[in-house]
């Protein structure tokens, strides 16, 4: 048995998602997902959302480009986090 201590990965706010990774690369989640708060959701199903995307794609571009944007900060606010961790780690050894 893997003892696997809970880690915010962040937090998100009204008007964001998650997912994306699973409907991109058609696997299993990465995360799971704890709301702090009473929240209600929107959850769309990997066919209906690339069915959306071919058939209306004025809805779908701006949709796509916006998962890209919110993708492209998270990995830029997880880089930033792992090299201040690795670099406390020298600062301080």
């Known amino acids: 048995v893997v003892d696997q201590a809970d880690t915010t990965l962040c937090k998100i706010g009204g008007?964001?998602?998650f997912g994306e990774l699973g409907v991109f690369?058609?696997?299993k989640r990465?995360?799971?997902?704890?709301?702090?708060?009473?929240?209600?959701?929107f959850r769309m199903a990997t066919t209906a959302f690339l069915l959306m995307v071919r058939q209306i794609p004025?809805?779908?571009a701006p949709?796509?480009?916006?998962?890209g944007i919110i993708t492209?900060?998270?990995?830029?606010e997880d880089n930033q986090r792992y090299y201040r961790e690795v670099t406390?780690?020298?600062l301080w050894a």
Do not use: K
Not at 63 to 67: C, D, R, S, V
Not at 72 to 76: E, T
């Open 30 to 41: 990465t995360a799971d997902v704890l709301a702090e708060t009473p929240s209600r959701l």
């Open 72 to 76: 492209a900060r998270r990995m830029s």
């Open 15 to 17: 008007g964001e998602f």
């Open 63 to 67: 949709i796509l480009f916006n998962i």
């Open 25 to 27: 690369l058609q696997g």
């Open 88 to 90: 406390s780690q020298y």
């Open 58 to 60: 004025e809805l779908g």
